[in-house]
């Protein structure tokens, strides 16, 4: 693959704004995360609350990824990117005037940042539909690696709390969403060709399908193990190592900076040798890192290796799902984005609350990583049991330039 070719064959400009805006959007979405040991201590809240506390953004996200998919059959995604950021920066401006006093209003702005979530189902479509197949690991992998806005918010939310208190930390951030919006309006455009807008039937037609099922758990392992850890890991090193909140977030940011780095990685490795054999291998790697990380290591330093690595894996294996769902689905990308999305955000959801609710009741997280890891295997075997279907039918040779 030659860097000049993939560059003409597209449009760069909007590349890099669905890139932007994806980043900026997962900034916020997992805010509560790293701001959860702070709002925990105010509040007093218990474990499982606080695993709920920060699942409940990544439920939302996933549940306005439907609507949000089908906006961008209907109205292109450039236009459904400049509605969800302007709701997210309405209720991020709303939470810091008026500030949040209890544990309700919490979990109301994280129905809020649930938005901000969604433009996983805009960014990756407005990117997608200006490459051709054997681009398409590459270029949502690009797109798609802006869940390295995760990054930002653990290194940056913990220390800016301590600062300024974490109510102040959702005014601060209108900053730089403020900035995006402007570059994302002028920089942005909707590939030519746009799609025919469907009708809600025809929306979830799309399930009779058992390939769309197959495509919404695999990515409900990787992108849910990817935004549940996310979201939980500056209270799990709080709480299993007793770290300070900013030492956590920076620690957090260094496994998601895997997960999201590598993301690309995942996207160009499945574009040269396979989605499905790519695949395959990240599942293995997630189950034996969740395993591992079940135990509780003794060192901070070896945990924080774990999930580094479990994190890559999960990172690159979001890049790997998203290089087949466009050869499967190439003219349903906006409602299988929303879809799949939407499975991947429930995983999240289910990771992060269940961690909770193991800390809670069982004393510990093992169980919550114990079965996180087993479903990762699930996942390897049903793609097991796919891959020979595809590569003789929509993967075959004949149908596709890309490998799949």
């Known amino acids: 693959m030659k860097l000049n070719d993939f560059l003409k064959a597209g449009h760069p400009p909007t590349l890099l704004m669905a890139f932007l805006y994806f980043d900026m959007s997962f900034m ?4 509560l995360g790293p701001l959860g040991v702070h709002i925990a201590r105010e509040l007093a809240l218990s474990p499982a609350e606080k695993g709920l506390m920060v699942a409940i953004p990544v439920l939302a996200g996933a549940l306005f990824r439907v609507p949000f998919g089908w906006m961008v059959d209907s109205i292109g995604p450039k236009k459904t990117g400049l509605i969800g950021q302007v709701i997210v920066i309405l209720g991020l401006l709303l939470a810091w005037v008026v500030g949040l006093g209890n544990l309700q209003e919490v979990y109301i702005m994280g129905i809020l940042l ?17 490459y051709p ?24 939310a913990p220390v800016l709390a301590n600062h300024f208190g974490w109510n102040a930390v959702f005014g601060l951030a209108l900053i730089p969403l403020a900035v995006t919006l402007l570059v994302y309006t002028l ?30 758990f695999f990515y ?21 190592y007793g770290v300070e909140p900013a030492t956590a977030g920076y620690l957090t ?41 079940s135990f509780g290591i003794g060192s901070v330093w070896g945990g924080l290796a774990a999930f580094m690595m479990g994190m890559m894996a999960l990172g690159m294996g979001n890049g790997s799902v998203f290089q087949l769902v466009p050869q499967r689905f190439a003219k ?14 429930i995983g999240g959801f289910y990771l992060a609350s269940s961690l909770g609710f193991s800390k809670q009741y069982t004393g510990d997280y093992q169980m919550g990583f114990l079965i996180f890891s087993g479903l990762s295997l699930i996942a390897f075997g049903g793609l097991s049991a796919v891959k020979s279907r595809w590569r003789a039918t929509w993967g075959s040779p004949v149908v596709t330039a890309a490998r799949v």
């Not at 960014?123 to 200006?130: D, Q, T, V």
């Open 28 to 31: 916020v979405w997992v805010m």
């Open 114 to 130: 649930g938005v901000a979530g969604a433009s996983f189902a805009v960014a990756l479509p407005l990117a997608s539909r200006w």
């Open 133 to 156: 197949p054997q681009y398409q690991g590459l270029a949502l992998g690009i797109a798609g690696a802006g869940n390295s806005g995760t990054v930002f918010a653990a290194l940056f």
């Open 187 to 216: 920089l942005a455009r909707d590939p030519e060709g746009k799609a025919k807008p469907l009708r809600l039937t025809e929306y979830f037609a799309i399930l009779k399908d058992k390939d769309a099922w197959w495509f919404m």
């Open 220 to 240: 409900s392992v990787t992108f849910g193990g990817f935004v549940g850890l996310a979201s939980s890991l500056v209270i799990y090193f709080n709480g299993q």
């Open 253 to 293: 940011a260094a496994c998601v900076f895997m997960g999201s780095g590598f993301r690309p990685v995942g996207g160009y490795l499945a574009d040269r040798f396979g989605g499905i054999r790519t695949l395959s291998f990240l599942y293995l790697a997630v189950a034996l890192s969740m395993f591992i990380v």
């Open 332 to 345: 349903e990308i906006g409602v299988i984005t929303g879809l799949v999305g939407m499975a991947g955000g």
